[in-house]
C-alpha cells in the first residue's frame, strides 16, 4: 500500500508535464515552403490573408441577444404559418 503513493504522483507529475508540453507557442502563421498558397476564388481579385482565412463569418458567430421578455405581447400574424398540406 506504501508504494501506491509514489507511482500516482509520478503519474500525476507526468501528467502535469506533459499537459504543460502540449501548451506550445502562438506565433503568427506562416505558409509552409513546399505547400501551394490557398486557391484564390472565383470572382476575388486576390487570394484571401491568413486573417481572413481565420476570421468566421457572422454565421459561424452568431451575435447572442440577452433580451429577456419582459411582458406579454401579441404576435404579429405570418403570412407563410400555413396549415400543412392534406
Known amino acids: 500500500m ?4 509514489p507511482i500516482a504522483a509520478a503519474l500525476s507529475g507526468t501528467a502535469l508535464l506533459m499537459a504543460l508540453g ?5 506565433e503568427d ?3 509552409v515552403a513546399d505547400q501551394a498558397p490557398p486557391v484564390t476564388p ?12 481565420t476570421t468566421p463569418d457572422a454565421q459561424a458567430v452568431p451575435a447572442r441577444s440577452d433580451e429577456l421578455l419582459k411582458r ?11 396549415p400543412p398540406p392534406g
Do not use: H
Open 72 to 82: 406579454s405581447e401579441q404576435r404579429e400574424p405570418d403570412d407563410f404559418d400555413l
Open 29 to 31: 502563421l506562416k505558409p
Open 2 to 5: 506504501r508504494n501506491r503513493r
Open 22 to 26: 502540449a501548451c506550445g507557442q502562438r
Open 42 to 53: 472565383i470572382g476575388a481579385t486576390r487570394p484571401p490573408t491568413n486573417e481572413e482565412l
